[in-house]
Antibody, heavy 113, light 107 residues
Framework: EVQLLESGGGLVQPGGSLRLSCAASGFTFSSYAMSWVRQAPGKGLEWVSVINDRGGSIYYADSVKGRFTVSRDNSKNTLYLQMNSLRVEDTAVYYC??????WGQGTLLTVSS | EIVMTQSPATLSVSPGQRATLSCRAS??????LAWYQQKPGQAPRLLIY???TRATGIPARFGGSGSGTEFTLTISSLQSEDSAVYYC?????????FGQGTKVEIK
């Protein structure tokens, strides 16, 4: 069974940094592209970033480009999202997804002073 | 960026009736289109990918059709548990983009 478990969310002040992690199991992690998707409270879904299976091809939404960095450690079956210069509008539940198919349950990031 | 527009915003349907949801792309996305169901407090659940292929474990009452710029999700006989928000997603071009969602209510 595919399992994706996000962690690392919490309360951060504007301008701060945080790193999210996503631990994957139940499939060959190194064979799949992985994504981060977010959902602000009461709002729709926004694709944040995608990284291919080996980490050599990465895309970011314009809203996070230059502030967020996605990475993966295939030896640890783990996906990361380093978030810097956080803004109030980054407040959201952040989901990890295997490509666009299987999703984790999400971790909440709140950016507030 | 490809803009995905869903209609209607809200759909109220009686149990056992058909629900038809639409998704339009601002430019062709071929068949690179997925549909998701999201219930309150839950992660989105993949229903359909490649415009018309049901994901594993999805009931046969969910069907997808279309290609290019016009897509439809049909729930052939609505059940009470189908009350949710439904999103379409295009994955043809980066950035992948979602529609704004259609809320399906049970009458």
């Amino acid at each position: 069974e595919v399992q994706l478990l996000e962690s690392g969310g919490g309360l951060v002040q504007p301008g701060g940094s945080l790193r999210l992690s996503c631990a994957a199991s139940g499939f060959t992690f190194s064979s799949y592209a992985m994504s981060w998707v977010r959902q602000a409270p009461g709002k729709g879904l926004e694709w944040v970033s995608v990284i291919n299976d080996r980490g050599g091809s990465i895309y970011y939404a314009d809203s996070v480009k230059g502030r967020f960095t996605v990475s993966r450690d295939n030896s640890k079956n783990t996906l990361y999202l380093q978030m810097n210069s956080l803004r109030v509008e980054d407040t959201a539940v952040y989901y990890c997804a295997r490509s666009f198919a299987a999703w984790g349950q999400g971790t909440l990031l709140t950016v507030s002073s | 960026e490809i803009v995905m527009t869903q209609s209607p915003a809200t759909l109220s349907v009686s149990p056992g009736q058909r629900a038809t949801l639409s998704c339009r792309a601002s430019q062709s996305v071929s068949s690179d289109l997925a549909w998701y169901q999201q219930k309150p407090g839950q992660a989105p659940r993949l229903l359909i990918y490649d415009a018309s292929t049901r994901a594993t474990g999805i009931p046969a009452r969910f069907g997808g059709s279309g290609s290019g710029t016009e897509f439809t999700l049909t729930i052939s006989s609505l059940q009470s548990e189908d009350s949710a928000v439904y999103y379409c997603l295009q994955y043809n071009n980066w950035p992948w983009t979602f529609g704004q969602g259609t809320k399906v209510e049970i009458k």
